[in-house]
């Protein structure tokens, strides 16, 4: 089992930036990728960034996130960080850590609580 527990979520100013974090615990040695989605309006989450730890590794961004947002993690597993620059009010949205486990005919997806984050004047 793995448990996530997201903080850093608020209300921000176009323009503003924020830091999300979230914190694994729990087996995270055999997760195979790690991120952050966003879920507007209880539709369904959709991915801004992810991490794929298979050979050496790849970081995918959503388009509308690209160039604005950093996601980083420690060696560990152990924290997941987005930066977010230069919001947008279209970012707004309650933002959730993702944690994944692949087997050869499933894929196990864990999640945090979720943090609300809202751009807006």
């Known amino acids: 089992q793995v448990q996530l527990v997201e903080s850093g979520g608020g209300l921000v100013q176009p323009g503003g930036s924020l830091r999300l974090s979230c914190v694994a615990s729990?087996?995270?040695?055999?997760?195979?990728?790690m991120g952050w989605y966003r879920e507007i309006g209880g539709s369904q989450r959709r991915l801004v960034a992810s991490?794929?730890?298979?050979?050496?590794?790849?970081?995918n961004y959503h388009d509308s996130a690209k160039g604005r947002f950093i996601l980083s993690i420690d060696n560990a597993k152990s924290t997941i960080t987005l930066q977010m620059n230069n919001l947008r009010p279209e970012d707004t949205g309650v933002y959730y850590c993702?944690?994944?486990?692949?087997?050869?005919?499933?894929?196990?997806?864990?999640w945090g609580q979720g943090t609300q984050v809202t751009v807006s004047s």
């Open positions: 991490h794929a730890f298979a050979s050496g590794g790849h970081t």
């Open positions: 729990g087996s995270t040695a055999g997760l195979d990728k």
């Open positions: 993702n944690a994944q486990r692949f087997t050869l005919t499933t894929t196990t997806m864990y």
